[in-house]
């Protein structure tokens, strides 16, 4: 028995060394080639949707894209039959650590309950619905919890890079920079000093150019890829009001200045005009949610090519449930509502750089794609509001070289909705096939869809107190 064992151990080590051979082998030769087919195709950038798609995809990019394309030898077909394939979306403003969509006061509470860890858990699914809604790369765009010191955007960037969990590629803001007082003030609205010390450029939170570059480069010493600033007031704060400038003409350049020294871009946060205008004349890259901002400041904008970011989801939800806010927020969501759409047909008309970013966060994680809608429903072109979620985001991230588009070389993000987004836009919200890199996510139903259901609980709750 003994020597049958010993024989039987040679035999197993034997095979295990010829498999090892084996699979070296197959690692020297080139990866599988994949071909995706459908009845049409978007590049990313043309006039008009292509006829038979094909995508010829090897490794993690594409070998080659277009009509009728044939197949090499040996592929792996996918056929997706009356499907649209895409670059990837792109989301330019989400909030993947965090959950504003149910009752404010609820969140607010959690928000002071919850370990940062449990939230932490929660942003693995947020990230997981969003890449299976086929939003392949976001622009990340704050992850604040109060009185902590946690940067969990930066944990889920890296998770998601090194393969632990599925998620978008996010370009991440960390906390986000503003002024006492302000948009992003964690503090505000809550008992002086309940926790215990004023918030500072730790935070975030920053008063003066010096102060203002100390904090950019705090962020970026912590892994920011972007940094994000909020120059006005915003919908969801309480000591604020929704359009007055927070940052004045010397502490923006010194955010411009800093930011772009470190080659990061910058995106800010602002609902007025004044601040609005002062920001674009600092130079900022791009205009976050944008409500009030008049013509002559939409003129600036295309002028010094500065994008903006409409965020029409996040109006679109606070209005439907507007219940869930508490009077003084309820009266700016309104302010700004009333003004936004005639912002946005402005800024179509005059032809100023629209980027596709929607706020997830204040929704659920996971229905960025209705954005598409809103923004067809305001004056946009369907070509135009695919294109916003491709190249110009692909451009306004600055990774416009490696994705945004279906050409060879670039990496394979692709997608493919049903039906056809040109004749009906909501075909981006059905989404069959999600690829990032070459590696298939999700080709049928969602994993994540029960998961993703962040907030039904909290929606239904009463205000506290
Ligand atoms: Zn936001």
Redesign the pocket.
Known sequence: MFRLGQRVAIAVFFLFLVSLASSRGAGNDAPPVIALKAARLFDGKSKALITNGVIIVQGDKIVDSGSNLPVPAGAQVIDLGDATLSPGFMDA?T?LTLDYSGNYNQRRLDELDLNVSEQAIKAVTFARATVEAGFTTVRD??SRFVASREFVDIALRNSINKGVIVGPRMLVATKGIGATGGHFDPTSGFRDFLFGREPDYTDGIANGPDDVRKAVRFEVKNGADIIKAAVSGGVLSLADEVDTPQFTPAEMAALVDESHRLRKKVAV?CHGDQAGREAVEAGVDSI?HGSFLKPETLTLMKKKGTFLTP?LM?TEWIMSKIANYPPALQEKARAAAAARSEMFRNAVKMGVKISFGT?A??FPHGQNAKEFALMTRLGMAPIDALKSATSNDAELLGIGQKIGTLERGKLADIIAMHGDPTADIAATEHISLVMKEGKIIRNGPPAMQAAAKSTEATDVAAPVD
């Open positions: 403003h909030h765009l704050g946060h976050e965020t996040a706020d966060a204040v």
